[in-house]
């Protein structure tokens, strides 16, 4: 039985998107309540950070941007842009609706509770 | 840095040979970058982490580097995300950038099973060579977004050297 609660899964390249994108690392921990995923996203600014769930598939999508200190020309933009994408597979008993995503310094947390129905319950046993 | 973005690279290195910036892209056999764990690390044991490739003594990241430079200055700017901008040792020696920090293993709780865990943690040292002399003195260093930059002037301002070299 596999009981990852999160596995790799191959990113669909939207039509748009022709130029290969870099495979960031990323650490992953599974506890009761849920995982959190470390994902290294060097030189990635919040506002061109995507992550978003499709369905079951979590989709981390950024591009890079090259802050020099003067702007570099339009025509240099296919090396300016440099695009990280990376795609995952949740399993049911996480929570896609509750993901919270922090970056900072190039290093995106993520954290995926599991749902209401898989959290680790006590149950108060009556003595009769 | 992938290949197909080194050649890349170097196709627009010709392209904008007569443009004020100049890129230099130090190949992609600079990039990759042992990072060596600390003394007392707190990284997991391999017990403890459920992904097969994981070796904590032997991590390895692309800490990808470019240099640009223009008439007056050269920019260095070296990919290193998740440190603490105090934990930057940056020295210019013998023309080269030496840049060595660094990643601390830090985690908010330990419980729990480590599924994956690619991310290169401990300290690393990194070589960039300069194309030409600076003034070290002067350089100025920034950390954004995981991102380090270094700016240096040059000795010597002027136009990058280009030598024209011809097959016989």
Not at chain 1, 106 to 122: D, F, S
Not at chain 2, 31 to 57: F, G, H, M, W
Not at chain 2, 128 to 144: C, E, I, M, N
């Amino acid at each position: 039985m596999n009981t990852r609660a999160v596995t790799e899964t191959k990113a669909n390249t939207s039509p748009s998107r022709e130029e290969p994108a870099l495979l960031p690392p990323v650490d992953v921990i599974e506890d009761a309540t849920g995982i959190t995923l470390y994902a290294d996203l060097p030189g990635v600014p919040k506002d061109r950070l995507n992550v978003r769930v499709e369905g079951e598939t979590l989709l981390i999508d950024a591009d890079l941007v090259l802050a020099l200190p003067q702007d570099m020309q339009a025509s240099h933009a296919e090396v300016r842009h440099t695009h990280y994408r990376r795609a995952f597979t949740l399993s049911r008993e996480l929570d896609p609706g509750q993901v919270s995503a922090e970056l900072s310094q190039g290093v995106l947390r993520l954290r995926i509770p599991k749902a209401e129905h898989a959290q680790p319950r006590r149950i108060a046993v009556q003595v009769a | 840095m992938k290949l197909e973005q080194l050649r890349q690279g170097v196709g627009t290195l010709w392209d904008s040979m007569t443009e004020g910036w100049e890129r230099l892209r130090h190949g992609a056999a600079g990039a990759l970058t042992r990072y060596r764990p600390e003394q007392k690390s707190s990284l997991p044991t391999p017990d403890e982490v459920d992904d097969a490739s994981y070796i904590p003594s032997a991590s390895w990241a692309m800490l990808g580097g470019d240099v640009f430079e223009d008439d007056k200055r050269l920019v260095v700017r070296l990919e290193a995300p998740g440190m603490n901008k105090s934990d930057f040792d940056i020295q210019v020696r013998d023309g080269a950038l030496v840049v060595s920090g660094e990643k601390r293993f830090e985690r908010e709780s330990t419980e729990g099973r480590w599924r994956v865990l690619q991310c290169a943690y401990g300290s690393f040292l990194r070589t960039v060579p300069l194309p030409v002399a600076v003034k070290g003195d002067q350089a100025r260093a920034s950390y954004r977004d995981g991102v380090l930059k270094v700016e240096l002037p040059k000795l010597e301002p002027g136009k990058p050297i280009v030598t024209k070299i011809s097959v016989g």
